[in-house]
């Protein structure tokens, strides 16, 4: 009786094993040509996630159809095929987008002004810092006034009360104030024509 446990056993080691020769067979063609795979998908989709599925479904139609995977004298062309019809069958099953000319013109204007846009925007910020910089460089009482007229949008006159200064000499720390950033601007753009 224990030798016909022993055979049990030993027959459901056998056919255990038996079963995992094509699952060894699917995990090596797997991680053999999981790339092939994926970018046959790729070429087909053009997307990297449509890909990533048809790259799952081919391995699992594979999977389905392990048994065949044995007899399979070339693997890499038959997963090749096998990627190759997934793909197809998932570009026809996404919709197609139909735009007319206006609406491609349309929408070629709407990407060219959002760039526009989005390059105005960072260069705007680069220069508000760049002038940030330049201001805080400048002397403390061409500094202050400056400040107070651009940020704080003081008058002259509201100024000069704050200073505790005369209008005059606020006029003249903003006159001179907004030179020298002038010149500041211009030398850096000199040097950085000159770069180009």
Known sequence: MFE?????????FVSEAVMMAPEDAMESAVREHARLVYRIAYSVLRNHHDAEDATQETFVRVLRYKKKLEGVRDPKTWLARIAWRVAVEHSRKRPEISMSETEVANAVIELRSQL???????LGKEMAELLASLIS??????????????????SPTGIAKVLRTSEASVRSRLFRARQILKEKL????GSYGNQR
């Open 116 to 122: 526009a846009s989005a390059e105005e925007s960072t």
């Open 137 to 154: 460089a400048l002397p403390g009482p061409l500094r202050d006034a400056l400040r107070l007229s651009t940020i704080e949008e003081l």
């Open 4 to 12: 016909g446990r022993r055979t049990v056993a030993e027959q459901a």
């Open 186 to 189: 211009s030398a850096l753009e």
